[in-house]
């Protein structure tokens, strides 16, 4: 029935400045910005943003996929987010991270060698 991760969506109290820090983090535009939702696609997958929601860091809890959660876990730092739950080795060689954004949503990444791209379908 799930066919696997297509949106993570984040409510915002700010679009536009919620949509620029993303798209500083992201390093690209996005592909529909209007009033009512902002969307990003992101390998295949769809960061959404939300306007005047209520940030925070229960509820769904998406990772993103990173090549390396050293390097993304600084970066994410480095551009105003907070730390929430510092690169955590899990096994197999899975590392998974969690920061707040700066609108109070969770923002989860993961490293993850057995991911295979070429199963999204």
Known sequence: MLLGLRT???????L??????????L????????????GFAVGGFELGLLPDGVPGSQGPQPLWGVANADSAW???LA???TALEPVNDV??????AAVLDPFGNRLGIVENPHF???NVG
């Not at 993570?8 to 700010?14: E, K, R």
């Not at 390093?27 to 902002?38: C, E």
């Not at 096994?91 to 998974?96: A, D, L, T």
Request: proline share 9%.
């Open 74 to 76: 600084q970066r994410l």
């Open 8 to 14: 993570a969506i984040y409510p915002v109290p700010d």
């Open 91 to 96: 096994g197999e060689g899975i590392r998974v």
């Open 16 to 25: 536009a400045r919620a949509r620029d820090w993303y798209q500083q983090l």
């Open 116 to 118: 295979d791209a070429a």
């Open 27 to 38: 390093g690209i535009a996005p592909y529909f910005d209007k009033p009512f939702y902002v």
């Open 79 to 81: 551009l105003g987010a």
